[in-house]
Structure formats: C-alpha cells, structure tokens
C-alpha cells in the first residue's frame, strides 16, 4: 500500500472518529448504543495506530505528515464537521425511549476517542535507534544535560549511564568479530547477576545378552559430573578522548565516542577470556589456563633447517589428541607468529600445509580442520607460534542483559585536555569440559614438559 492510500485512510479514520466524539457530545449517543460505539472506538483506534506505522516505515515525518499534493483539501470533506455526507447515517434517536449514558460513561469513552485522534506516527525502529544513538554520545561528551537525555531515553544515575541496548548490541557484535571466542563459543544471555550451570558428565551403558532374571539385576552405573557456576563479574575499560576532537562541530561524536568504546572493551574481555591475567580479576576458565598442555615428543626450533617435517609431526600428533567425540567439532585457533610459520611450510609431498578452505571459501585449512588466527593466541613472547586444537564450542560466555554501563571522567584527565570514558560489564567466560574429554588442546611451539610432569 502506497502513502496516498495510507493518508487518504488516515483521513477517514479520523474523520469517524471525530463524528462519534461530535455524537457523545451531543447526548446523541444512549446506554444501549455505548457498548457498539466502544467497540468501534477500539477497532479505530487499532486501525489508526497501524496506519501510523506504517506511514512511518515509508520515511513519512511522524510529527507532521504531509499533505498530498494531488488530494488538495476539500472544504465540504472535513474531518471536523459532523454532517459529512460521507459520515454513515445513524437512525433518528427518540429521547423518550432510550437511556441516557451516565457522565463517567461520557467522559471515558470520550478520552478513549481523543487519544486514538492523537495517534501519531511511531518512529521508525531505524530512527528511533538513530536518536537514541546520538543522544548518548552527546550526553556522554557532555552536549545535552542529564535531564535532556533522560527526556531522550536515557537512563543516568550515581554518576553513571546504563548503555543502551542497541549500543551495547553494537559493541558486542563488534566484539564477536574480533573475539574469535565470542565468534566460535557457546553465548549464554541471562537477566540480572545470576550464576549459569553449565554441566558435564560421562555414564557407562551396560550390555546384557542374557534376559535379566531376578538374580541378575540391572548394575548400577557410575555417573560422574562438574557443575560449574558462570559466576559474572565486573570489569572496566577505559577510554579517552581529547576535548579538541568533541568540541569541533564537524566531527560526528556519536561515532568517536563509541568506537573508541568498542576498542576499550574489546580489548579487555578478549585478555580476560584468553589468558585471565588481569591482577585481582583472574579468569581460572580462560583458554590459556583451562586447555590441556601439550608438550613436544622431538624438541622443534623453527629457526634451524629441517624444522617444517619435525613441526608437521607435531601437528599430526595434536591433532591426535582429542577424543572422536571432540575431534569431529574440532577446529585450530593459532597467533600471528603460528600462521606465518605455516604459511612456509609443505607436508611431505611437497604441498602446502595450510590452504584455502576449498568447502565455503572462507578462511584457511590445516590438516582438514578449519583454522582462524588472532593475536590474542599470543604467549608471552608474541614470535613464538602457539596453537590450539579442540571444540571451541566447550567454551561457554554469559552475558548479563542490561548489565553495561558508562562512567564519565572528567577531573581525571582534565590537565592533558582529554575526557575518559571507563565502561563497565557483568560477564563471565570459561572452558568447560569433562576430564574424560578434554575440548581444547594448546601447543607453544618449544615448550618442554615440566619436570616430574
């Protein structure tokens, strides 16, 4: 349906209601009548806030639709005058026989008709996004009063601004794109700081070819499991940015401030869910921590020749590791340093050893397993190659909805003429996995088993 057609139903739509609004104020309307005419108001009411909708949808200005050029306003068809010929006719009212609504009746099916004549509009999801976008990093970069964006839907508070959702979305699919273990484990979204169970376990099944008889029961089974608890906590990113890049006119704040937020907090929750070194707020579930270690069988230095087949059997055994359950999801995350070292390399046959995923054309193949790299697979020396093998999917995140929030510094950093921004989040990330099945091997390339290990 085109914007004429809505405008011209629109148009009707008022019109009617306006036409009964007319007939209650008129005492043209009786008790037996009150409850078709209620009806009616509602399915107006509806009818308009559809019309609204989709007006909006089509870009129309939800404060002030514009009139038709081609349908010039006629006079003898106005909204406003309840004898339209087009107006229905209703049948003449004989005072005498019919009951007279009460006041309280008159008065609420009144306001029931004013507030559907008062339908506007609704904002466009786009739009509506837009504002709320702007409106929060104006308030953040200190443009609008804290009164202005509460007005704009903005929550504040104790010195603090909850994020908006479609903010906080933004900053987390950014992170998806660039925290390859938001990218490749198991996202869980819980309401409120609650602790997520995530279980596993392993059972042994009995096999009996004999019909059980009353002295052979079927044996009990051993069931051993561990509970673990994502327990979210919170941690902070910080942001700065110079007063000079918010005070000029031309530069789009809204997109300064929140990506130098999304770069903050990326940076943090990615160390926190790789390695979970941060002092005071160690992750025992990060990757790094949680994997299985697995140590050379012939000591490998990629510096010397030869090294491509000693490290290529390396490979192999890894890969060896997992159980079939966990191989058959398996696939390899490694650092910049391990991604160089096989772009080099060829198997046996003189081939490459890392190619193009011939299956959907993205990304790189090892071994016949998918393969993604990022720096934060790095050790603590960022040359040497890392690598890590397994079910990335064993590693299990919690989100808190509504749990993100934005504290405003300005005294801190006030002498270097900049403004920070330190982001707060409720998450939690681990690698969870039975003993019997470990899901994520990693090998750093010269490491030697420990002594007595």
């Known amino acids: 349906m085109n914007k004429k057609q809505l405008l011209a139903m629109q148009k009707r739509n008022k019109k009617r209601l306006t036409h009964l609004r007319t007939k209650i104020e008129n005492n043209q309307v009786r008790a037996e009548d009150l409850e078709a005419v209620q009806e009616e108001v509602t399915e107006l009411a509806e009818e308009a806030q559809a019309i609204a909708d989709a007006l909006a949808e089509l870009g129309d200005d939800p404060e002030d639709p514009p009139a038709d050029p081609e349908d010039p306003a006629d006079p003898d068809d106005d909204p406003e005058n309840p004898d339209d010929p087009a107006d229905p006719e209703d049948p003449p009212v004989d005072p005498e026989s019919r009951t007279a609504i009460t006041p309280e009746q008159r008065s609420a099916a009144m306001k029931s008709i004013q507030t559907a004549l008062a339908t506007r509009n609704a904002k466009s999801t786009k739009q509506r996004e837009k504002e709320i976008r702007s409106a929060f990093a104006n308030f953040v970069a200190g443009k609008i009063t804290e009164s202005e964006a509460r007005s704009l839907g903005i929550e504040t508070g104790n010195g603090s601004v909850t994020v908006p959702e479609v903010i906080a979305s933004e900053v987390i699919t950014y992170a998806q794109e660039e925290n390859l273990l938001r990218k490749y484990g198991s996202v869980h979204k819980t309401k409120g700081d609650v602790k997520y169970p995530v279980l596993v376990k392993k059972a042994d ?24 608890l994502l327990s979210p906590s919170e941690f902070d990113a910080l942001a700065t940015v110079t007063q000079k890049l918010l005070n000029m006119s031309g530069a789009p704040v809204e997109t300064i401030v929140i990506d130098e937020l999304k770069k903050a907090y990326v940076r943090k929750e990615t160390n926190y869910m790789f390695n979970g070194d941060d002092v005071g707020n160690e992750n025992p579930g990060a990757l790094a921590k949680k994997s299985v270690k697995y140590y050379e069988t012939t000591s490998v230095d990629i510096t010397a020749a030869g090294y491509s087949q000693k490290l290529y059997s390396q490979l192999v055994k890894l890969k060896g590791q997992p159980v079939t359950e966990v191989l058959k999801k398996s696939m390899w995350i490694v650092n910049r340093a391990a991604l160089t070292v096989l772009e080099d390399m060829t198997d046996t046959t003189g081939r490459p050893l890392l190619h193009q995923d011939a299956t959907d054309g993205v990304g790189y193949k090892l071994l016949g397993h998918k393969l ?58 681990q690698l969870v996995y039975s003993p019997f099945e470990p899901a994520v091997y990693r090998y750093e390339v010269g490491a030697t088993a420990p002594v007595g290990g």
């Open 205 to 228: 099944a009995n096999v009996n070819k004999k019909e059980r008889a009353a002295g052979n029961p079927i044996p009990e089974t051993t069931i051993e499991f561990d509970e673990i």
């Open 372 to 429: 993604d790299f990022t720096d934060a697979a790095d050790g603590e020396d960022a040359t040497t190659p890392v690598f890590y093998f397994g079910d990335f999917k064993a590693f299990h995140i919690q989100d808190v909805i509504g749990g993100m929030q934005l504290q405003k510094l300005l005294e801190t950093y006030a002498s270097t003429n900049r403004v920070g921004f330190k982001i707060y989040n409720l998450l939690d990330g």
